[in-house]
């Protein structure tokens, strides 16, 4: 895959999880029932562990895509010398996502008891992303973006 593929795929990733983390935000902050094909969505959003200091977890989970999607964007304009670095700071930053998103799928499964099909988009959408810059990382040729793309 080059390194122009790579980065878009990310960043589309990335923009599907700011979708879904915005629309879990929207419902939480207006109160709505989350459209779900179970009641575990609910269940999920009306737990106490559904906020972290006061503040509903799909806002920074929309934080988190957001500042993804933006890394991606901002990567062409990267001089080549500094690629690597960038290439740690995706890393870092996808398996933050990807080490919360497992954190929070736990609770679901043993604390909440609950499954929310769209938590479940995240946290694969999350390891997606967590994958593809271990890729990204582990093949600097990746990385460099050619002056004519």
Known sequence: MSSVHLNRVMFALAVAGLIVAGLLWYWHAQNAEVPCTNAGCDQVAQHPTSRLFGIP???????????????????PSVPAEKQRLFAHLLLLWGTTGFVVSAYLTYLELFVIHAICQWCMASAIIATALFVLSILAWRQPQLLTIPSEA
């Open 57 to 75: 977890v799909a806002a920074y989970g929309t934080f988190f895509y957001l500042s993804f999607a933006l890394l991606c964007a901002i990567r």
